[in-house]
């Protein structure tokens, strides 16, 4: 172990006693508001490379300060990938300490960098010690037993990816197990019908101008398969955001490839570049603390250009892109609801909302039972009035928290093209020819049963 690492714990806990003497910071600023309508507002960095030194702490502790005191909060803090130096202990124990007396957001997103494995680099102890480092500061906030793993917030899928080995600098090493998984993920997003976020430290080979400024840092050889699988998911819009490459605001614009929209996010805790003097005569800008404050509409996602650690907003290099709710693009959908064309007996019986309690008792009743509840929460059983049997438990597994309150739709073109009539038949009446015909088609299958014996 090197004398770095050795002192390291002491030299964290020193930064954190001289930024005590910094002023002016942690104070919220304007453009921490999100606009009106906003579904999501997200402060998005990469690369905080947070190590044994004054500047990376402070820059970290000031920008997530000045993030906590954003109102309204934020919905969550993306790191995408080198979230440490070195992935050494006492490097991740500080990202913890910090993002826990920092309430900066409702949850963190650490994505894993290649720094963040160790980079095979002398004193560390190997990528598996590593990831078990950086899996303790994912699991402040996400269960999960693997480095990707994802979060719906506010309906919208947040997805990680991560490589899973310490192949040094180059390249991004993903298992066939991590490409089946987000293949998954990507089918249980289509049925929001929203956009999807995916966060991956490496951008896919020849984008963000890579293949001039640092070819060796690409995705590598799986990122024609991976960019074939998100194309296959044509009716979503997914984001893929990415870092590493240490680029400055407007070096790289927003990219597209069909239905995947691509976009770079500058370094937070180190230098970044740009290339207005040509490839080989890059310009440093040494100004940490940037990043992204992504907000979500309906129609659009915009990217406003921030500095967390000085409270300024680089209106100049906002990136705005217009998106479409991916279903509302296909003209075979059509929509089951009742509408707006009251004609039920009552207003009730038309504004109506029921429980799955309600419906438990109604779909009994239709069949003679009535039911008696015991317990609360997901302890609560339904028993038979008369018999005293168990025929309702709850599972858990069942439980859909990403279900909206509410669900409102315009049944004209059902209404047209097949001639349906949403208020023919009351929910009353519903409940029981549903539970009337299950109940007729339970007897048949078991008669039939009965018959093959």
């Given amino acids: ?49 947070l190590r044994n030194d004054f500047k990376s702490t402070a820059a970290f502790q000031t920008g997530i300060k000045r993030m906590s005191c954003a109102e309204p909060a934020y919905d969550a803090l993306v790191i995408d990938g080198d979230c440490t130096n070195r992935s050494y202990e006492s490097q991740n124990k ?9 309430n900066c957001a409702k949850t963190v997103i650490p994505v894993m960098g290649n720094h963040d494995t160790g980079l095979g680099t002398k004193g560390t102890d190997g990528y598996e010690a590593c990831m078990t480092r950086h899996m303790k500061v994912i699991n ?15 309906g919208y899928y947040f997805i990680t990816l991560s490589s899973e080995s310490d192949r040094l600098e ?77 680029n400055y605001f407007g070096v790289n614009k927003i990219e597209t490839d069909g239905n995947i929209i691509m976009l770079d996010v500058p370094s937070y805790g180190k230098e970044n570049f740009s290339f207005e003097n040509g490839y080989d005569k890059p310009t440093e800008h040494p100004e940490l603390g940037i990043g ?27 990136l705005e892109i217009d998106t479409i709710e991916a279903r509302a693009l296909r003209d075979d959908i059509m929509v089951m609801c009742t509408g707006e064309d009251i004609s039920f007996p009552t207003m009730e019986d038309y504004f109506q909302q029921h429980t799955v309690r309600d419906f438990t008792e109604r779909a009994f009743k239709a069949n003679g039972i009535d039911i008696r509840w015991e317990g609360t929460g997901v302890d609560e059983k339904g028993y038979d009035k008369a018999t005293g049997k168990m025929l309702v438990c709850v599972n858990p597994e069942w439980f859909r928290p990403t279900d909206v309150d509410n669900l409102w739709g315009d049944p004209t073109k059902a209404k047209t093209v097949l001639g349906w009539n949403p208020q023919k038949t009351t929910y009353a009446e519903l409940v029981e020819i549903m539970a009337k015909h299950d109940r007729a088609r339970a007897k048949q299958e078991k008669a039939m049963k009965a018959a093959q014996q």
């Fill in 1 to 49: 172990m090197d004398w770095d690492n050795i002192c390291s714990h002491f030299i964290t806990s020193l930064n954190s006693a001289s930024y005590a003497f910094r002023s002016g910071v942690g104070k919220p600023c304007d453009f921490m508001k999100s606009g009106s309508g906003a579904k999501l507002k997200v402060a998005v960095i990469s690369d905080t490379h």
């Fill in 94 to 102: 500080e990202i913890m300490r910090l993002l826990k007396k920092y």
């Fill in 140 to 154: 402040m906030y996400h269960e999960s037993k693997t480095p990707y793993f994802y979060k719906v917030i506010n």
């Fill in 170 to 246: 180059d390249n991004e090493d993903m298992s066939d197990e991590q490409i089946a998984w987000l293949d998954a993920r990507l089918y249980d997003a289509e049925k929001t019908g929203l956009p999807v976020f995916i966060f991956n430290h490496y951008a896919f080979n020849n984008t963000m101008q890579i293949e001039k400024i640092w070819p060796e840092g690409e995705l590598g050889e799986r990122s024609d398969e991976l960019r074939a699988l998100l194309q296959k998911h044509k009716d979503l819009k997914i984001f893929f955001i990415t870092g590493h490459i240490h």
């Fill in 292 to 318: 992204y404050q992504m907000e979500v509409y309906d129609n659009r996602v915009e990217f406003k250009a921030v500095d967390f650690n000085r409270g300024k907003w680089h209106k100049e290099f906002d």
